[in-house]
């Protein structure tokens, strides 16, 4: 019996991690080409093009706070699959638009069902996990992300070159659509309300829609989303400046395979000796990533900084993610999901901003420089709120 309930690779977890594939699709096909296309359709100037980008992760912030709070009154699978017809149906709307303020709309909307669909996911996948391969479960279920990263701006860019942008939100409401399909031979465990989440149904204190026990942990994965912000949204503006345009182009690959390779390893490491063994490297990792960005004097420094980042930032997610469900009270995984998910994402969504602030005092390379310093400071910030427990997570603790 324990044998059994020892299993990862069951039926029901493969369909998560493919079904989360093609909805991470959909996010990086459109996150990489929206605001070129809001200035080709419809001459959007600087601002518009921004926040044509921006609005789909907004929705997806805003739908973080309430998803995991009605993720058990609503059911975890039907949850899923209303977000995932939303979400079909949405990636078609983007043909019909035919002005800025209707585009702005749909990418909200969109947002919206991919940060319901995501966070009931990752919630639902943490019961599919046996606790004590969490970390390493936690890990395979993260490259159905890192595959997305790196096939899908791939696509986007070959799609809007060779065909049409009708073509690309096509290709998107192909995945959603796959992505409900597969959601519909979803068997997840579901978790009745306790009576206390009953009575408590409708308030919206903070400790409601929030769970404390994640806001720690998951304050070094908004620094993280922080750092992640200043490769997403200046590498390429950075590798024009510096004459680094070819080496540029294969950043993402590059990236993508090393973090396929830190989630093979990073989460077993994690599972046998502990949170530490496992964070302190990643961050570690991920700030010499920064820092050889910040240097970047040819391609081969610029590659190399992309391994890094790979290995720290790619394995850090999940490491994170463990760690917070783990220390969470099971009928609160929902709420803890979607609290480390909004640190996340808020962290990558104010980091354009702040860092183009940043940009106009330090230039690229004393940007990178400074995000490098901020990891390394997020590594003294987990020490502090976790770290010094020298907690080790086993299958009885857990």
Known sequence: MAERDSRLWTTGFVLVVITNF???????????????????????????????????????????????????????????????????????????????????????LHGIAFGVASTAIAASVMSLIPPGR??????????????????????????????????????????????????????????????????????????????????????????????????LAFLNSFAIEEGLVSAASVFFLIYAAAVLFSRLVVGRVQDRFGDNAAVYPTLLAYAVGLALLAWSPNSFVLAASAVFIGLGFGALLPCTQAIVVTMSPPHRIGVTTSTFYFLLDAGTGVGPLLLGLLLAVTGFH????????????????YHFVHGFRRFRRTPSTA
């Open 366 to 381: 004393g940007m990178y420089a400074v995000l490098a310093v901020v990891i390394l400071l997020s590594a003294v910030l």
């Open 134 to 231: 969490r970390g390493e479960g936690t890990g395979y279920f993260g490259i159905s992300v890192t595959l997305a990263t790196a096939v899908g701006p791939f696509l986007a860019v070959v799609l809007i070159q060779s065909v049409t942008y009708e073509a690309l939100f096509v290709l998107c409401s192909a995945c959603a659509a796959v992505a409900f399909v597969l959601a519909l031979f979803l068997r997840l465990p579901e978790y009745p309300p306790t009576p206390e989440q009953v009575a408590t149904q409708w308030r919206m204190r903070p400790t409601d829609l929030f769970e404390p026990a994640a806001l720690a942990v998951g304050s070094v994965a908004f620094l993280a989303g922080l750092g992640w912000s200043g490769v």
């Open 22 to 108: 093609f909805i991470a699709m959909v996010f990086y096909l459109l996150m990489t080409t929206m605001a070129l296309y809001a200035v080709e359709r419809f001459d959007a100037n600087d601002v518009g093009a921004g926040v044509a980008s921006s609005s789909f992760i907004l929705g997806a912030v805003i739908a973080r706070i309430f998803a995991g709070k009605f993720l058990d009154f609503v059911g975890r699978r039907r949850m899923i699959l209303l977000a995932l017809l939303v979400y079909v149906i949405a990636g078609i709307l983007y043909i019909p638009a035919d002005n800025l303020a209707l585009l702005l709309g749909i990418r909200t």
